[in-house]
């Protein structure tokens, strides 16, 4: 399998060292908008502007793209589908449906084959909710975050006037997860499932009240969330935040027998050190399934839930019913 990285940030790089650990995944190159002689990559890949991609269309197998959900994916995805077989990781939920409609139309016009929507969530936190909805027809899923830093939420906090860096912790209430897994089936508001905690460097005589008020305030981020905002010096910000770890759980309560008087509870965990490189990961083991499906004959757009475990994996058919069945 030959892949091609787009954008070279923090999941570009974690895409660059995931192919290293895969043996049948070869790094073509990494594709980027920026200047490719100011680029340094982490494994001495080369770097190609992304106006010569068309140069490699016979070279590279799938193309995965690192670019953001809010403003390139949407765009890129399917324009780019027009020439190769891509893997993307889309994850605004609410807008999943229509960027899975452009992108199945372009690769379909193409004969091309794309997944998009590729990670931990949406990924394997999507699997985890289909499985075990299938299994429990008679229950409720809860999803869970953290604790973990948020990029999208601590971007939103650099914006702000007199903010020079920010880290966003999403945590989840510990109350809430204890109920969960109880079996209460608990109602539970936004506010009652996470907290959001802010680590904020503010300039030198940056009115730090005006600053928290934004933050707490601040809607379809903060307001509708129990918020701490505290402030640090950015030696404490290099010290103490500078990971971007992150996880979470899904968790379904089900009941079964004759009067649902049995409970059962399935909880699907992460706990990552680096969101990026998790995702990337992940981003890797999807484009494997999209370079065997494409060459068995399948078009079109693709998630998570069109995908046999066994096209993800290294392995032989033989190996998995011997080693993991």
Known sequence: MKIAIYGY????????????????????????RRDPSNIKTLTGAPVYAAADLHKFKDSI???????????????????????????DSFDTHANIPTHFANVDSAAKKSGKLCLISAGWDPGMFSLARLYAASIL????????????????????IRRIPGVLDARQYTVPVPAA???????????????QKHTRECYVVAAVGAD?????????????????YDTTVTFIT??????????????GRVIRSGKTGLCGEHNHTIEYSLKLDSNPEFTASALVAFA?????????????????????????????????????L
């Open 9 to 32: 940030g923090n999941l570009g790089r974690g895409v660059e060292l995931a192919a290293r650990q895969n043996a049948d995944c070869t790094l073509v190159g990494i594709f980027s």
């Open 61 to 87: 197998d799938v193309l995965i793209l690192c670019g953001g959900s809010a403003t390139d994916l949407p765009e890129l995805t399917p324009t780019l589908a027009a020439d190769f077989c891509v893997v």
């Open 137 to 156: 027809p008679d229950g409720k899923d809860y999803t869970f975050w953290g604790r973990g830093v948020s990029q999208g939420h601590s971007d939103a």
């Open 177 to 191: 997860l204890d109920a969960v897994r109880a079996g209460e089936n608990p109602e539970l508001t936004t506010r």
């Open 208 to 224: 730090k009240a005006a600053i928290e008020q934004a933050i707490v305030t601040m809607p379809n981020y903060f307001a509708d």
């Open 234 to 247: 950015a030696e404490q910000m290099a010290r103490d935040h500078a990971g971007l770890p992150h996880g």
């Open 288 to 324: 494997r399934a999209v370079d065997r499906m494409y060459h068995r004959g399948r078009v079109g757009c693709l998630t998570a839930f069109d995908v046999a475990p066994a096209d993800m994996s290294p392995l032989k058919p033989e190996e998995l019913r011997a080693h993991m």
